[in-house]
C-alpha cells in the first residue's frame, strides 16, 4: 500500500464502494437464483453460463429504457430521491471492518455511524413517496415513516448491547474484542443471542424486507413508493436495497458474529462468508413469510420489543460488572 | 496531515466515490433511454384508470402519538450511548445510576401503554 494518506484513504474508498457495487449486482442474480428454487423454477439461466451475466445485462437494460417523471411529480424531489438512497447505503460501507488492515475508517463513533446512516434511509423513501403525486406512492411513503418510528429505537437499543460489552463504538474494536473474548452470539449468557436476533429482525424491518415490506406491499399498492419510477432511477433503488440489505448483514455480523475473527482462514474470508451467510438467511426468509401490517409491526416494536431491549441492556451491564 | 482527517477522510470519499458510480449509470440512462412523453404516459398510475381526485390527498396520519413517542424514546437512547461507551469504568455506581434511568423508561412507556398511545385506532 501506498504511503500518501490522501492516495490511500481514496483508493480505500474507491475500493470499498467497487466491491460493495460489484457484491450488490450479483447478489441480485443469487437472490433469484434462490428464490426460483424455492419456488420450483431455475431462475436466470439465459445470459451466460447459469445466467451469471444477468446484471449487467440488466444494468444495461434499464439504462436502455425511458425514464419518466410524472406529471404532477416535484421534478427535483423526484430525481433526487433514488441517488439519496443509494448514496446513504453506501456510506455505511466506510466503517465496515473487512479484516484487520482493510477498514476504511475505523473511526471512535462506528457503531453510531452506521446507525445513523441507516436511519436517515426511510427519508429518501418518504421523499420519493410524496414526490411521485401518486397515492399508492404516497400510501407507501407512510408506512414507511410509520415502520421507521417503530423498528428503529429498538434497533438501536439491540445495537447498544455489544457496545456495553465491548465498551466501545468503534467497530473494528467491537471486532477486536470478540476476537479476544468470544463472540456477543455466545457470550454474556443468552443476552448476546437475543440482541442478535432483535438487531436482525430490525434489520429486515429496516431494509423493507418480507416479512415487513410493508411499504412496498405489492398485492396492495402497485410498488409503494417506487411506483412511478422506470428505467435506471427503479435500478438505483433497487441498488440500494440490496446493499442495504447486505450492509446490515455486515454490521450484523461485525457486532454480534465476531466480524473477521475465526480460525484458519484469512479474517476477510471469514468477513465475507459470515456476511453472505446472514444475507442468504434473509433471502430464506423473504420467500418463506408472510407480510404483517403496520399496526402489527408497531405493536410488536413498541409493547415487545423495547422494553425486551431495555432490560436486555440491564442484562448486559450486569455482566459486564460481575465479570470485572 | 492531522489524524483526525486521516481516519474522516475516507468516510467522505466512500460519498464521494458513490456519488461518481451513481452518475455514470445516471448519465447512461440519461444518454442511453429515449424521451418521447406524451400526456397518456405522464399520469400518474392508478392501474389503467384516469387519475381520480385532486392532487395532494389529505390522509389521516393515525400514528402521530407513536411519533411523538419516537422522538422522546430517540433521545433516550442518545443518552444511553455514552453511558454504554463508559461502563466499564464506572462500576456498581454506573450501572445502578442506568437502572434508575431505564426503570423511568419502563414506567413511562406503561403509561403510554395504559393510555392507549400505541393503539392504531383509539
Same mark, same amino acid.
Given at each position: 500500500?501506498?504511503?500518501?494518506? $490522501?492516495?490511500? @484513504?481514496?483508493?480505500?474508498?474507491?475500493? %470499498?464502494?467497487?466491491?460493495?457495487?460489484?457484491?450488490?449486482?450479483?447478489?441480485? $442474480?443469487?437472490?433469484?437464483?434462490?428464490?426460483?428454487?424455492?419456488q420450483s423454477r431455475l431462475g436466470p439461466t439465459m445470459v451466460g453460463p447459469f445466467g451469471l451475466l444477468q446484471p449487467l445485462a440488466d444494468a444495461v437494460k434499464s439504462m436502455q429504457k425511458e425514464s419518466i417523471v410524472p406529471r404532477d411529480a416535484d421534478a427535483l424531489l423526484f430525481w433526487l430521491a433514488p441517488p439519496l438512497t443509494l448514496a446513504l447505503a453506501l456510506g455505511t460501507a466506510a466503517v465496515i471492518p473487512f479484516s484487520p488492515?482493510?477498514? @476504511? =475508517?475505523?473511526?471512535?463513533?462506528?457503531?453510531?455511524?452506521?446507525?445513523? /446512516?441507516?436511519?436517515?434511509?426511510?427519508?429518501?423513501?418518504?421523499?420519493?413517496?410524496?414526490? &411521485?403525486?401518486?397515492? #399508492? &406512492?404516497?400510501?407507501?411513503?407512510?408506512?414507511?415513516?410509520?415502520?421507521?418510528?417503530?423498528?428503529?429505537?429498538?434497533? +438501536?437499543?439491540?445495537?447498544? %448491547?455489544?457496545? !456495553? /460489552?465491548?465498551?466501545? /463504538?468503534?467497530?473494528?474494536?467491537?471486532?477486536?474484542?470478540?476476537?479476544?473474548?468470544?463472540?456477543? +452470539?455466545?457470550?454474556?449468557?443468552? !443476552?448476546?443471542?437475543?440482541?442478535?436476533? !432483535?438487531?436482525?429482525?430490525?434489520?429486515?424491518?429496516?431494509?423493507?424486507?418480507?416479512?415487513?415490506?410493508?411499504?412496498?406491499?405489492?398485492?396492495?399498492? +402497485?410498488?409503494?413508493?417506487?411506483?412511478? #419510477?422506470?428505467?435506471?432511477?427503479?435500478?438505483?433503488?433497487?441498488?440500494?436495497? #440490496?446493499?442495504?440489505?447486505?450492509?446490515?448483514?455486515?454490521?450484523? @455480523?461485525?457486532?454480534?458474529?465476531?466480524?473477521?475473527?475465526?480460525?484458519?482462514?484469512?479474517?476477510?474470508?471469514?468477513? +465475507?462468508?459470515?456476511?453472505?451467510?446472514?444475507?442468504?438467511?434473509?433471502?430464506?426468509?423473504?420467500? =418463506?413469510?408472510?407480510?404483517?401490517? &403496520?399496526?402489527?409491526?408497531?405493536?410488536?416494536?413498541?409493547?415487545?420489543?423495547?422494553?425486551?431491549?431495555?432490560?436486555?441492556?440491564?442484562?448486559?451491564?450486569?455482566? !459486564?460488572?460481575?465479570?470485572? | 496531515? *492531522?489524524?483526525?482527517?486521516?481516519?474522516?477522510?475516507?468516510?467522505?470519499?466512500?460519498?464521494?466515490?458513490?456519488?461518481?458510480?451513481?452518475?455514470?449509470?445516471?448519465?447512461?440512462?440519461?444518454?442511453?433511454?429515449?424521451?418521447?412523453?406524451?400526456?397518456?404516459?405522464?399520469?400518474?398510475?392508478?392501474?389503467?384508470?384516469? *387519475?381520480?381526485?385532486?392532487?395532494?390527498?389529505?390522509? *389521516?396520519?393515525?400514528?402521530?402519538?407513536?411519533?411523538?413517542?419516537?422522538?422522546?424514546?430517540?433521545?433516550?437512547?442518545?443518552?444511553?450511548?455514552?453511558?454504554?461507551?463508559?461502563f466499564k469504568g464506572l462500576g456498581w455506581t454506573g450501572f445502578l445510576t442506568m437502572l434508575a434511568f431505564i426503570a423511568a423508561l419502563l414506567v413511562a412507556l406503561a403509561y403510554c401503554w395504559k393510555k392507549g398511545a400505541l393503539e392504531w385506532e383509539s
Amino acid at each position: 500500500m501506498t504511503n500518501d494518506p $490522501w492516495l490511500r @484513504a481514496l483508493l480505500e474508498g474507491a475500493a %470499498v464502494v467497487t466491491a460493495l457495487m460489484t457484491a450488490v449486482a450479483w447478489i441480485t $442474480w443469487l437472490e433469484r437464483k434462490i428464490a426460483g428454487r424455492i419456488q420450483s423454477r431455475l431462475g436466470p439461466t439465459m445470459v451466460g453460463p447459469f445466467g451469471l451475466l444477468q446484471p449487467l445485462a440488466d444494468a444495461v437494460k434499464s439504462m436502455q429504457k425511458e425514464s419518466i417523471v410524472p406529471r404532477d411529480a416535484d421534478a427535483l424531489l423526484f430525481w433526487l430521491a433514488p441517488p439519496l438512497t443509494l448514496a446513504l447505503a453506501l456510506g455505511t460501507a466506510a466503517v465496515i471492518p473487512f479484516s484487520p488492515g482493510l477498514l @476504511a =475508517s475505523d473511526v471512535d463513533i462506528g457503531v453510531l455511524y452506521a446507525l445513523a /446512516l441507516s436511519g436517515l434511509l426511510s427519508f429518501p423513501i418518504w421523499i420519493a413517496g410524496w414526490a &411521485s403525486n401518486n397515492k #399508492y &406512492s404516497l400510501l407507501g411513503g407512510m408506512r414507511m415513516v410509520a415502520q421507521g418510528i417503530s423498528y428503529e429505537i429498538p434497533m +438501536v437499543l439491540s445495537a447498544l %448491547v455489544p457496545v !456495553v /460489552l465491548a465498551g466501545t /463504538l468503534s467497530m473494528g474494536g467491537v471486532v477486536r474484542h470478540q476476537a479476544e473474548h468470544g463472540w456477543f +452470539v455466545v457470550s454474556a449468557p443468552g !443476552v448476546g443471542f437475543v440482541a442478535f436476533l !432483535v438487531f436482525l429482525l430490525t434489520a429486515l424491518a429496516e431494509g423493507n424486507r418480507i416479512p415487513f415490506d410493508i411499504p412496498e406491499a405489492e398485492s396492495e399498492l +402497485v410498488a409503494g413508493p417506487t411506483t412511478e #419510477y422506470t428505467a435506471i432511477q427503479w435500478s438505483l433503488f433497487a441498488a440500494a436495497e #440490496y446493499a442495504h440489505s447486505l450492509l446490515a448483514s455486515a454490521i450484523a @455480523a461485525t457486532l454480534f458474529l465476531g466480524g473477521w475473527d475465526g480460525p484458519v482462514l484469512p479474517p476477510a474470508v471469514w468477513m +465475507v462468508l459470515k456476511t453472505g451467510a446472514l444475507f442468504l438467511l434473509i433471502t430464506w426468509l423473504r420467500w =418463506s413469510l408472510l407480510r404483517l401490517r &403496520s399496526d402489527q409491526l408497531m405493536s410488536l416494536c413498541w409493547k415487545l420489543l423495547v422494553p425486551l431491549t431495555l432490560l436486555l441492556l440491564l442484562g448486559a451491564g450486569t455482566w !459486564v460488572t460481575l465479570a470485572t | 496531515m *492531522s489524524e483526525l482527517v486521516q481516519v474522516y477522510l475516507p468516510m467522505f470519499l466512500v460519498f464521494a466515490v458513490g456519488a461518481a458510480i451513481v452518475a455514470v449509470f445516471w448519465l447512461g440512462g440519461h444518454y442511453l433511454g429515449p424521451k418521447n412523453p406524451n400526456p397518456e404516459k405522464l399520469q400518474p398510475y392508478e392501474c389503467g384508470n384516469d *387519475s381520480d381526485g385532486a392532487r395532494g390527498v389529505r390522509m *389521516s396520519v393515525k400514528f402521530y402519538l407513536t411519533a411523538i413517542l419516537f422522538v422522546v424514546f430517540d433521545i433516550e437512547a442518545v443518552f444511553i450511548y455514552p453511558w454504554a461507551v463508559l461502563f466499564k469504568g464506572l462500576g456498581w455506581t454506573g450501572f445502578l445510576t442506568m437502572l434508575a434511568f431505564i426503570a423511568a423508561l419502563l414506567v413511562a412507556l406503561a403509561y403510554c401503554w395504559k393510555k392507549g398511545a400505541l393503539e392504531w385506532e383509539s
